[in-house]
């Protein structure tokens, strides 16, 4: 059999056995509940578009990873490497019988041909969650609170949600006159925590054309430092006489204010005045996650406001606020939080075949478990019940309910907790109520 | 702003709204739900794959289908058209560390480039549910209780899960001595019901050499009708004299009884000697599943026993059995039988924003709400009531929640019935508590 094709995935891809989908399609419920309670309502759009739709505002690093081939009725074509330019072309096609303010989440996979190093793949899930349609600060408050209550639901409480508000920077910037430096200052700026004031006053000197007073200036905002009062107390001074940088400022005020009010206060939520999040997309608020016991993998959930989504596709103006879940991110710091559970099944009862001409019964007690809300396995074989225990010990089942004929005589079950290598004696002689009080029990 | 780009899906390529995600969604949640309480367990593989492993077993027809280009490192590959093909790859790969039997489903996007003609699109969801690793008839019997539940929990009770075991047909064939010639005799007995069997046996004679006995034979197999008892009867009889068809029909018998066993009737269960699903793929049980309502739409869901998943990427045998719900279809026959949902909101209340310096209060009591467990949208803009209504109706919102100045002195709220209108007052002087009640007792 030479010819046998090498069963393997392509660099950068990987496949999802059980132990790892389990807690995937459980983030992804959570999240889906979460969205939902919010109002927010599920969209889909196709993987593949046109490359015109899809390029429509990438830069030259997008259009590189982009995965772009013809089709057979040669056309151009591409699949879609994030949900918010395939969101852009659906609300510019649908917002008219959709009307506004519209809410959507959208969670599907992505494509990037990127660099596979560092644990990044080619194929991964975005999380996103938008509301456009609206300008009203109560959209960006709820922003906030949909992060909170994700991790929540995740049983995440060690977390800082970091807050900052695109107009401050930008009216010192215009204040400095450094407005059209802004892409040179925020590559130094990135530095400040890495390389020190000195070493990041330099570069915007170098690349920028920034003098002492100007450089100190930025950096001394992206310093700011304490409570949140204090940060913005520094900032209103710091932008003042800026009309937009006291616009973001009491609108930071604003947002810690509402937010504090509906539950999120300053343990988890944060004024960040270094938080920036690139420069040509967010014009106001701006958003990211940190988990307080894994600060180094990233943030996990960030976002913030644009004024207009769908500008290449449609005239209508369409502002708004989203985030995006970082699904396998935060996967991975599950995993390595110790978080995730280790099954590799999502039923608890494991019920063993144990006499092989008793198979409907075993099929009957798995339906009427089934029907009290318990998931069940039938082992298919009459297999050697020690090669059987071994199977379900394996798979990661809670409990397993044994029936050999001495059991079937006496109208009784071993009901035997894996874990623990516990066995009960429960009766069945009037049917399965009492394994079922058993087995909910706990 | 000539510039624009035209926002649109490419032809064969559909966007989902809520009206159409949710149900869909709600679709995917039961058919996970189901799957998981009988122990099978989610998996996921990359969309791409190399080529050649998604070529292994295709046909032409598959190939000419597949979406198939280069990548940037100048690979060969392909979207995935199916979700059997890489399973078997990840079956090859993988079985060794997973152990048998092991039970998966599947639930993702497949693409297929084929012809747009009547409402076939060319990117969909498959939902398949496999146990591979055994030959025990349990997992056949599994797989009808599986179908069973799927359809109750998705509140349909009449439909039939058709029967058949590939064995009896092909036992004849053999005894008639026409295995050969089994495609053309399956593509002309594919012709039964719509001409009639003068000329089914007229093509048979011409594509398949078949006399008119051999014909005969072949037709009155695929003509058994009655109930299951009467069809097993009349299949024995025809099969008698053929180990590998009284093989068959023996399982049959089995099978039914089983399932009679576990709570699945001939009400829902029949023996339908004339189906085949395709000949080099599935070696014993076949099953479809028609909607008594709409049976016209075709199978929802379909599989069968096959002797050997991944032949072409290990050495190892791994038989199984599995079957696909063809969720796309079956959403559009829960459409057309009106029990979809009608609504674009998963959120049951809505919040008014009636009073433009209270939005701390209207997000302090959805917070409220929400950790009751219901869904809560406040409208972000204190817009004229009337406006905010308008939009709750048109979203689907069942209940409106309203408190201006008035209601915020008195310390009530007024909750509105957008289906039948009726207001009531409800006091919220002791907090959400009879609020709360009041949404959630219907």
């Known amino acids: 059999m030479s010819d046998l094709i090498v069963p393997r995935t392509l660099k950068g891809f ?17 999240a889906r509940h979460v969205y939902r309670s919010y109002g927010f309502a599920p969209i889909d ?4 578009e046109y490359a015109e739709i899809l390029c429509g505002k990438g830069s030259d690093e997008t259009d590189k990873q982009m995965y772009r081939f013809k089709d057979a009725g040669d056309r151009d074509i591409g699949l879609r490497f994030d949900l918010t330019v395939p969101f852009a072309r659906f609300a510019a096609q ?23 190093q560092r644990g990044r793949f080619r194929e991964f899930v975005q999380c996103d969650f938008d509301t456009i349609g609206t300008q009203s600060i109560a959209s960006d408050v709820e922003i906030l609170l949909v992060i909170q209550d994700l991790l929540h639901a995740l049983g995440i409480e060690r977390f800082k949600i970091q807050l900052n ?18 892409v040179a200052i925020l590559r130094a700026l990135d530095k400040l925590t890495k390389v020190g004031a000195e070493r990041v006053a330099a570069e915007m000197a170098e690349t920028a ?41 009491a609108f930071l005020q604003q947002v810690v204010s509402l937010a504090d009010a509906a539950g999120l206060s300053a343990e988890q939520l944060r004024v960040s005045p270094s938080i920036a999040r690139g420069l040509d997309y967010y014009t106001g608020m701006v958003v990211e996650t940190f988990l307080d016991d ?20 449609t005239k209508q103006q369409l502002p708004g606020i989203g985030a995006s879940l970082g699904l396998d991110r935060l996967l991975a710091a599950l995993e390595e939080l110790g ?17 092989a001409d008793r198979l409907a019964d075993y099929l009957r007690l798995a339906k009427s478990l089934r029907a009290a809300g318990l998931g069940v396995e039938v082992f298919p074989e009459p297999k050697k019940i020690g090669q059987q225990l071994k199977y379900a010990d394996r798979r990661g089942f809670t409990w397993a309910v044994i029936q050999g004929a001495d059991e079937f005589e006496r109208a009784i079950c071993q009901l035997k907790h894996l874990k623990t290598a516990e066995t009960r004696e429960i009766s069945v002689a009037n049917g399965p109520s009492q394994l079922i009080q058993a087995l909910t029990e706990t």
Chains 1, 2 share one sequence.
Not at 14 to 30: I, K, N, V
Not at 295 to 306: A, D, L
């Open 294 to 313: 894994l600060p180094e993998i990233g943030s996990i959930c960030s976002g913030g406001r644009y004024d207009n989504l769908a500008g290449l596709y």
């Open 14 to 30: 990987r496949d999802y056995p059980p132990e790892l989908m389990l807690p995937r399609e459980s983030l992804m419920e959570t």
């Open 165 to 182: 508000d695109r107009r401050v920077l930008t009216g010192v910037l215009e204040q400095v006159e450094l407005l059209d430096q802004s």
């Open 339 to 355: 978080k995730l559970p280790t099954t590799q099944t999502a039923a608890p009862v494991f019920i063993a075949y144990f006499e």
């Open 45 to 48: 759009t196709p993987a593949l």
């Open 94 to 116: 649908h917002i008219g019988s959709l009307g506004t303010p519209f809410k959507r989440y959208h969670i599907a996979p992505v494509w990037r041909g990127e660099n596979t």
């Open 209 to 249: 054309g920034a003098d002492a007073s100007q450089a100190g200036k930025i950096i001394a905002l992206a310093a700011c430092e304490g409570t949140n009062e204090e940060i913005l107390r520094q900032l209103q001074q710091l932008t003042r006489g800026s009309a937009r940088g006291e616009e973001g400022v």
